[in-house]
């Protein structure tokens, strides 16, 4: 602005100079220079007309009301007798707009900030702009530390008036922080006020949370860090008296010196309520998180206001202000805390609103709603209808806004915004075994089928071992009590020998039905029953498959049949922050499953699961994972007056992407043995690197989230990189060992009823969430195996994440 009030002064003078002070009547008016400008466009701009008596003055006016129309750099007012000459230089139009070298300024945000300054393709050229322009971007490079960045716009002219602009940027580097010095601390040292610094000096390879280089903005929050952790120790009446920042004179170093008073520790003498408390004084009092006499604590103080605000805003008022003001006593070093609390006026939900669910039914979101229109504001209930919405798995982000209603001073409306996630994936998957081969799975899952919230899946899998259909169905709302409904039928032909498993086939079909019932928010049961039928057979008479089948009364069939009637219960803990990718929180499901006495097999099988996500960042951009699974399984009953077995077509295995990464699928665990008796009353074993899964099993997984490189901020929203080690046990607990090991294959012999027996793994994975669904890759390698395991380095599936 001052630059354009110089320039005005300086054509103004000029004016002046050249037409004198006399005054004339005006009985003509030529604008010459014109090219883009219309005559009568610049003629409406004048104050003067053909007539009017015109001095110095209105000469002044002239050249103040062209200039303000933004079209002109040059204006002259000259006369030549009776007629008013003006002459004038117009700003060129742009006529392209063009930057090199921005790396730290993405060129979307340059063009936004540009176009709200008016400088796009077609507008005039405003050369005053552009000099802004370039102070503001070297602005926000020296607050990044970037001492030595320059930015230059430069203005190719061209025919017909017209100019290309392009911004040139030269970044350079960042300054580095050379020092940093405290003055005035004496309670803590140096190196512990340091530690609690993000921006830091000598930084170790490994402290990857820290950052050498200066930025202004990080350094304000490290000050307001070191302020709430002298709040956190009692010293109340801390201060930074000053910050000095220096730069060495190559602008690549950077100095900080921070003048501290420390002031002196207090404690708590009494906490007292103040102002509007509805009724409510008992509860917020027991909201308070200390004891009197302890040493005063800023997050305290900011918890126990966060809870009246948290009291308030479920009775209904959604704008309490809550302020905590301290009396010192300075003799005693206490304090005394007033807590005043401005209640304001109970709000009433008039409308909820759903924005952003193109596909998603608005009754599928509505029933996840806990706050009922019409009912007051309940601060609790809106954030748990916003976890509900993150659960279901929909939806890539789900916000909630609190909307005034215009008019009404106790009215509000509930916006809830979504951004639908790919509810519906094509599973795919692709992987590569020394026994398995080359194997392809492929599938249509619909978790939010046509909107409706409901679950269609309809997969085939088929690959050197195996070939399955699959078709199921599940409503979530069957009524109105949130009980579900939902149904499975099945098709699977099996070919063990080609699985990395003993050779036997199995061709098996069956269905279920299956009813969930909320116990809570967070908990869920679920009731079903199923029937399935098997036909086995190319049985290999092993000894772990002949302990099964002796018990049945048949220790060589040519086929086993079995048609199993079977009753399963569930419970499910969900407590993730979202369905998509979260980063806070559990998942628990504990299943049970037993046939019903009078089925072929008479067994039962546990199974317990279980992910815990604990955020390591305060924006969870880095994430531990632990994830577990404990399974066992057995028979009961008696057949013959034999004990019953555990079926060997129900064994846990362990190796693969969802079990054990870096192993071959199915490949880590028990191996078939076989007994000859023809040269021993005892028999001699033979072991072989055949897997036979057991009846027993425990996964355990850590996992550690981070930032995806080299991934945009919204890309990060779709992408997960990982890296994890994996552990896995399975066991038999009903094998006979004999200590003296196999007559053949001994290296693949050990006592597969011992537990301790475990494989384990390390690695990387990268999870995507693709249009066709979550694509997932991965790299590991095996830390502990057996012989007999089979490695696989690289697994590639499409459909399925953790």
Not at 446 to 474: C, H, I, K, P, W
Not at 553 to 577: K, S, Y
Request: hydrophobic share 35%.
């Amino acid at each position: 602005m001052a630059i354009k009030k110089i320039l005005l002064a300086t054509l103004l003078a000029t004016s002046v100079s050249v037409n004198g002070a006399e005054k004339f009547v005006v009985q003509d008016i030529q604008i010459q220079g014109l090219q883009r400008v219309a005559l009568g466009a610049a003629l409406l701009r004048m104050p003067v007309r053909i007539g009017d008596t015109v001095d110095s003055q209105d000469v002044a006016q002239i050249i103040q009301a062209l200039y303000a129309s933004g079209n002109f750099e040059d204006i002259r007012v000259l006369r030549d007798g009776s007629a008013l000459v003006v002459q004038v230089q117009e700003r060129p139009t742009i006529a392209s707009v063009s930057f090199s070298g921005n790396k730290a300024i993405k060129q979307e945000q340059l063009q936004q900030n540009l176009e709200a300054s008016g400088i796009r393709v077609g507008e005039a050229l405003d050369r005053t702009t552009l000099s802004n322009i370039e102070k503001g971007l070297e602005d926000f490079y020296y607050s990044v530390g970037k001492y030595n960045a320059n930015v230059k716009a430069v203005v190719t002219p061209l025919p017909r008036n017209r100019a290309d602009l392009k911004f040139v940027f030269n970044e350079g580097v960042s300054a580095k922080i050379q020092q940093i010095n405290f003055i005035g601390n004496e309670v803590f040292s140096n190196e512990e006020l340091l530690s609690r610094f993000d921006l830091n000096v000598d930084l170790s390879w490994w402290n990857f949370l820290s950052d050498d280089k200066y930025q202004k903005q990080v350094l304000a929050a490290d000050i307001e860090g070191l302020r709430t952790f002298y709040l956190d120790r009692g010293y109340l009446k801390f201060r930074v008296e000053s910050t000095q920042v220096s730069i060495s004179p190559d602008k690549k170093g950077v100095y900080i010196t921070l003048n501290l008073n420390e002031g002196l520790p207090y404690t708590v003498k009494d906490v007292q309520f103040r102002g509007e408390l509805i009724g409510k004084e008992q509860e917020l009092r027991a909201l308070i998180p200390f004891e009197m006499g302890d040493t005063y604590q800023g997050s305290s103080v900011t918890q126990l206001e966060e809870g009246v605000k948290r009291v308030l805003g479920e009775a209904g008022y959604a704008y309490p202000q809550v302020q905590t003001i301290p009396e010192f006593d300075d003799e005693t070093q206490e304090v005394s805390l007033l807590v005043h609390v401005e209640a304001g006026k109970r709000m009433y939900v008039r409308d909820i609103r759903f924005i952003g669910n193109n596909t998603t039914r608005d009754e599928v979101l509505r029933r996840e709603m806990r706050q009922m229109e019409g009912s007051w504001l309940n601060s609790r209930a809106i954030d748990t209808g916003k976890a509900r919405l993150n659960r279901l798995g929909f939806f890539e982000t789900v916000d909630v806004q609190t909307v005034r209603v215009p008019g009404s001073d106790d009215q509000v409306d509930l916006v809830y915004s979504v951004k639908e996630a790919n509810s519906g994936s094509i599973n795919f998957g692709v992987g590569y075994g020394t026994e398995s081969g080359v194997s392809f799975t492929v599938g249509l899952t619909q978790d939010n089928f046509m909107g409706s919230g409901d679950r269609v899946s309809v997969s085939a899998t088929t690959n050197d071992y195996q070939q399955n259909v699959t078709l199921e169905y599940r409503d979530p709302y069957w009524n109105i009590d949130g009980v579900s409904l939902g149904g499975r039928v099945f098709y699977n032909k099996f070919e063990a020998s080609e699985a990395g498993i003993v050779d036997y086939t199995n061709q098996s079909y069956g269905t279920g039905l299956t009813w969930g019932f909320p116990f809570d928010e967070l908990n869920r049961f679920e009731f079903g029953v199923g029937y399935t039928h098997n036909k086995i057979g190319n049985l290999t008479p092993y000894l772990q498959v002949e302990q099964f089948l002796c018990n049945l009364g048949d220790c060589n069939p040519d086929n086993l049949i079995t048609d199993d009637f079977d009753i399963n219960v569930a419970w499910t803990r969900n407590n993730l922050n979202r369905g998509y990718f979260p980063t806070a929180g559990n998942h628990q499901r504990a299943f049970a499953k037993m046939t019903v006495p009078g089925s072929d097999a008479q067994y039962f099988k546990l199974q317990y699961d279980v992910r815990q996500y604990i955020p390591l960042t305060k924006k969870h951009e880095f994430t531990l994972l632990l994830r577990g699974r404990l399974g066992y399984g057995n028979g009961y009953g008696k057949t013959d007056g034999k004990d019953n077995l555990y079926p060997f077509y129900e064994n846990f295995y362990a190796g693969g992407f969802t079990t054990l990464r870096g192993f071959g699928s199915n490949s880590a665990g028990p191996k078939a043995v076989y007994r000859d008796y023809s040269g021993s009353n005892n028999g001699n074993d033979t072991a072989t690197d055949d897997s036979v899964g057991g009846n027993a099993i425990a996964l355990a997984s850590m996992e550690l989230i981070v930032p995806t490189p080299f991934a945009s901020d919204e890309a990060r929203s779709q992408v997960r990189t990982s890296l994890f080690i994996d552990m896995a046990s399975v066991w038999d607990t009903e094998f006979d060992y004999r200590s003296g090991g196999a007559s053949y294959g001994n290296r693949y012999y050990y006592d597969y009823s011992d537990p301790s027996k475990y494989r384990s793994s390390y690695g990387v994975a990268l999870q995507w969430m693709s249009p066709m669904g979550p694509l997932v890759f991965s790299l590991a390698k095996p830390i502990k195996k057996y012989d007999g395991d089979n490695e696989e380095f690289f697994t590639f599936t499409i459909g399925r994440t953790f």
